[in-house]
């Protein structure tokens, strides 16, 4: 084999792409690239991106200006430097990406990236395009991490059991970008969960775009819902903790009630994008779902776990949105209580049915709107925490703070929690009794008559 060639993997956007990245750079090692942090050191740059909202793309575009210095160095060096753009912007713009910046070698989409390396052989004789949605699996043909690779990243993964959405809101370009609903057979799941257990992952976050739209095939040859595979999942030795996202109010079925009242390992906290509060922005963003249904399925959750969190997703300023519409959303927050959301200015995405609506909403509007909401879920999310204090929570260690002999981990509803703790407590959680409630984290003590819940973490790269 030639000598190691280095992999520079920057992602854009959400878990999906995250993980996308790291089946990448486990595809790459085995072509005999080894991963750095530093783009100037790699012979491959590979942009993962994102096309949600405006900016993520436009953000690409920048990016890639600074990459072509980079490689311009490096031919001055006497090095060839590659770039690749993959991700949703490389599925959604094309060949258009390499009209505006021609220095790029290749542009993969998010369900050929298996390619890569047939990609990167062919690009040295001229650019490559290929955002084709292939018959073949993508995942039968990626690599698996090596169990040092593993420990390396962390008591904590994320494993992709569905992909796509058949949705179709109309602000979302993910059904373009990401193509139909597909789900991955448990039997694989199931094989690559125990993988990462086995190498001392201790927390696995199921992932899709849709992920409670699951209906893979199981072992037993019939169709699983979300519900079935987290029974199963939380089965496999060595999984501690277990959680999913993004949800669908519509897909929140008996099977999933059900798992988070019987599952000890499933987190009492779900991620549960509403986008807005009135029935009518709800109707024209094709949500199929009004705010009282969705306070419903929150009802339904808390009444089997009183103690489940939420978060979610907003959009302000959709077209058409009124100050009452508005109104609607700040009182979904306050009926919710969220523990933390994150809130979006309406961005027009070519190609979605809203975006050719004559009834755009007047930036100064949407500006205006954003602050007015994130202040309203920003006083929920102090409130939430605030009466954490006091209380003992279980932490899962995941790495080292900043301050020496700090370790942070991650309470049940995802606070990112600092103590002063020792290392050889990373991968186990532990009892944490929180003293102290930062801006955004919790502050809290190990007492050492406290318990731990876990086995004795295994050895860590
Ligand atoms: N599947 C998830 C759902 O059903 O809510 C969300 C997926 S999307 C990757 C993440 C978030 O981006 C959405 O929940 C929405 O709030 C936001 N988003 C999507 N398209 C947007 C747009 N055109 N303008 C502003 N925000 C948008
Ligand atoms: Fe986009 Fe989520 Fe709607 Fe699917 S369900 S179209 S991913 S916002």
Request: include cysteine; aromatic fraction near 8%.
């Given at each position: 084999m030639s000598a190691i060639r280095k992999v520079?993997?920057?992602?854009?956007?959400?878990?999906?792409?995250?993980?996308?990245?790291?089946?990448?750079?486990?595809?790459?090692?085995?072509?005999?690239?080894?991963?750095?942090?530093?783009?100037?050191?790699?012979?491959?740059?590979?942009?993962?991106?994102?096309?949600?909202?405006?900016?993520?793309a436009e953000k690409v575009y920048s990016e890639l200006g600074r990459m072509r210095v980079l490689k311009t160095k490096a031919a001055a060096d006497g090095r060839r430097l590659m770039i690749a753009v993959a991700g949703c912007v490389a599925q959604a713009e094309g060949e258009?990406?390499?009209?505006?910046?021609?220095?790029?070698?290749?542009?993969?989409?998010?369900?050929?990236?298996?390619?890569?390396?047939?990609?990167?052989?062919?690009?040295?004789?001229?650019?490559?395009?290929e955002t084709e949605f292939p018959i073949e699996d993508k995942f039968d043909h990626l690599a698996d991490p090596a169990p040092s690779v593993i420990r390396a990243r962390g008591v904590t993964a994320f494993v992709t059991v569905q992909e796509g959405c058949d949705k179709f809101c109309t602000f979302c370009v993910v059904p373009y970008t990401r193509g139909a609903e597909v789900s991955r057979p448990a039997a694989k799941i199931i094989a690559e969960v125990a993988r990462l257990t086995d190498a001392g992952v201790r927390e696995i976050t199921l992932i899709g775009q849709n992920v409670n739209a699951y209906h893979g095939q199981g072992p037993d040859g019939r169709t699983w819902t979300l519900g079935t595979l987290l029974s199963r999942v939380s089965e496999i030795p060595g999984v501690e903790r277990l959680r999913y996202t993004t949800s669908h109010p519509r897909d929140v079925d008996d099977s999933l009630i059900a798992a988070h009242r019987d599952i000890a390992a499933l987190m009492p906290q779900l991620h549960l994008p509403v986008q807005s509060g009135s029935d009518r922005i709800l109707a024209a963003m094709n949500r199929r779902h009004t705010g009282a249904d969705y306070l419903r399925v929150i009802e339904r959750l808390?009444?089997?776990?009183?103690?489940?969190?939420?978060?979610?997703?907003?959009?302000?300023?959709?077209?058409?949105?009124s100050e009452q519409d508005f109104c609607d959303t700040l009182r979904i927050v306050d009926d919710v209580r969220y523990a933390a959301a994150f809130s979006f200015k309406y961005s027009a995405r070519p190609g979605t049915p809203a975006a050719d609506r004559i009834d755009q909403v007047a930036e100064p509007d949407k500006i205006e709107r954003l602050a007015r909401l994130q202040e309203r879920i920003e006083s929920h999310r102090q409130s939430f925490n605030a009466q954490c204090r006091g209380k003992i929570l279980p932490v899962l260690f995941e790495r080292h703070g900043r301050l020496p002999g700090q370790l942070v981990g991650r309470s049940p509803y995802l606070q990112p929690v600092q103590t002063m703790a020792p290392r050889s407590l990373i991968g186990e959680i532990v009892d944490v009794?929180?003293?102290?409630?930062?801006?955004?984290?919790l502050f809290g003590s190990l007492d050492p008559g406290l318990n731990r819940t876990t086995r004795p973490a295994v050895q860590r790269a």
């Open positions: 520079y993997i920057k992602s854009y956007g959400c878990q999906m792409n995250v993980y996308d990245s790291r089946r990448m750079a486990d595809t790459l090692a085995r072509e005999g690239f080894a991963e750095t942090q530093l783009p100037e050191d790699a012979d491959l740059v590979i942009l993962n991106t994102c096309h949600i909202r405006e900016k993520a258009e990406i390499v009209r505006r910046a021609p220095m790029v070698d290749v542009v993969v989409g998010s369900q050929s990236y298996h390619r890569l390396p047939d990609l990167i052989t062919r690009a040295a004789h001229g650019p490559v395009v808390r009444s089997v776990r009183p103690d489940m969190a939420f978060t979610s997703d907003f959009i302000v300023g959709f077209p058409g949105e009794e929180i003293t102290a409630v930062g801006s955004n984290s």
